[in-house]
């Protein structure tokens, strides 16, 4: 079952945010001497990041890594990568360098998503592998990830092909992104649904009928809506609370 959240503001939903990712992180590093986190892109969780940052007081055997990347450079004003750096890479005490994974954008889709998908079975967690042999997802301990109007998670688009990727596919291109730049890296839904845990985070009232649709029935042109609820903790505010709980 989602995990539902609402709070007052949106200062608040990053705070409980935040506080989630936190605890989780700490448990994580507690029981196998590391965690790891990925960070999405957007307005939504850059102030999240930046609590973050100091929430967690010991960043030591932390890594990151990221749910998806336009395919620009680590300077650019589009980059993911910058905006974990500008609110969290540089403010977290003891995040080690070889520990943050960047998507190389500047690859390409296709280039790049090969690149990340060989960099997860490397570093992160791995799971057993399948009953005929075949490598399963990595378990990413929490991935946090915002949510468009459309539905959108990642860069897993409303209808797209990219979300029918099976369990072999751990990362990939996008160029037709419907939202600039159209050329983007995305996990994969197997990605996502191996997580521990998939923090969702929705703020202000044009995300209102997402937030509904996501809670809804599973539906392709809904991709929020196929994440494994039972693994997804959705942390919102009272403007984009579903419906029913809007005050």
Known sequence: MTSLTTCADAEAAAKRAATEIARRLHSARRERGSAHLALSGGSTPARTYELLASELADWSGVELWFADERCVGPQDEQSNYLLAKRTLIDAAGGLAPQGIHRILGELGPEEG??????????????????????????????????????????????????????????????????????????????????????????????????????????????????????RLSVIVDDAASPAPLQR
């Not at 990362?171 to 839904?189: H, Q």
């Not at 996501?214 to 809506?225: I, K, T, Y």
């Open 113 to 230: 998503a090969i690149a990340y998908a060989g960099e997860l079975r490397e570093h992160a967690p791995a799971q057993p592998a399948g009953a005929d042999g075949s490598p399963r997802p990595p378990t990413l301990d929490v991935i946090v990830l915002g949510i468009g109007p459309d539905g959108h998670v990642a860069s897993l688009f409303p209808g797209a092909p990219t979300l029918d990727a099976d369990e072999r596919r751990l990362c990939l291109g996008v160029r037709d992104s419907p939202k600039p730049p159209p050329e983007r890296i995305t996990l994969t839904l197997p990605v996502l649904h191996a997580a521990q845990r998939c923090v969702l985070l929705a703020t202000g009232a044009g995300k209102a009928d997402a937030v509904n649709a996501m809670l809804g029935d599973a539906n392709r042109h809904v991709p929020a809506s196929l994440l494994r609820r039972g």
